[in-house]
Nanobody, 120 residues
């Protein structure tokens, strides 16, 4: 069993900041890429940011310069620091991780989602 547990969402005014955390636990051999996605009402889920096990990152154009993804491999945790938040950042944010439970396989796991609401 593997679980991803997210925390840190909430309500913030435009221009404010939030920090999301996602901790992986359970039967984990190693973790490959980790990332954050979001889904706004009536829209498809989209990639916000991702980070490889080596620390390489990529971001959606809409969040570049405002959001920073990082990870602590010792804690199996990924973070998303969100600054200069805009109302259009309002969405449910989901953590995703590609996790090896043994040397021979890997699977994609999702967190339960955390709501981020940015008021204007």
């Amino acid at each position: 069993q593997v679980q991803l547990v997210e925390s840190g969402g909430g309500l913030v005014q435009a221009g404010g900041s939030l920090r999301l955390s996602c901790a992986a636990s359970g039967s984990i051999f190693s973790i490959n890429a980790m990332g954050w996605y979001r889904q706004a009402p009536g829209k498809q889920r989209e990639l916000v940011a991702a980070i490889t096990s080596g620390g390489s990152t990529n971001y959606a154009d809409s969040v570049k310069g405002r959001f920073t993804i990082s990870r602590d491999n010792a804690k199996n945790t990924v973070y998303l620091q969100m600054n200069s938040l805009k109302p259009e950042d309002t969405a449910v944010y989901y953590c995703n991780a590609n996790i090896r439970r043994s040397a021979d396989n890997s699977y994609s796991y999702w967190g339960q989602g955390t709501q981020v609401t940015v008021s204007s």
